[in-house]
């Protein structure tokens, strides 16, 4: 909880004052974990999804002060963290994460972190200057189940 909500809110509360003079805007990314559940992520997930909500109250919040607050909530995407959770990146990205992640997705691939950064960089742009408290998921239609399952 506190490296995945309490950082987020104290980071945030930090930038406020410099974001209102600018009309800036927030993006935290989130995770598909705070809508999908695993027995053994409990707390990951619960902490995911209040970052979500926490998500929605800023954006109310801090609407009047000109500045705009979203999430992006990535399903799997291989990076190199993943090295401290199951060791080298590109035996993930070839065995499990293919096998596991792709039968799971509309998409047919694994996500990539440029999927990712692509959705900030919209989100971060003029173009996306009238959405607020969204929480945009980047899974690949994972979250709609296995398409032929």
Known sequence: MDSNVKSVFFLI???VPH???????III?????????RTTRVVYSISKAAVDHLT??????LGSKG???????????????????????DAITKSRAEIEST?????????MPEDVSEAV????SDAAGFITGENLKIDGGRGFGEPNG
Request: aromatic content about 4%; some cysteine.
């Open 13 to 15: 509360r930090e930038a």
């Open 19 to 25: 974001l209102a003079k600018t009309k800036g805007n």
């Open 29 to 37: 990314v989130s995770s598909i974990s705070s809508t999908l559940t």
């Open 56 to 61: 929605r109250c800023l954006a109310v919040d």
């Open 67 to 89: 500045i705009r607050v979203n999430s992006v909530n990535p399903g799997f995407i291989p990076t190199r963290i993943l090295r401290f959770l199951d060791g080298d990146v």
């Open 103 to 111: 039968k799971c997705m509309l998409k047919g691939r694994l996500g």
């Open 121 to 124: 960089a919209f989100l971060a």
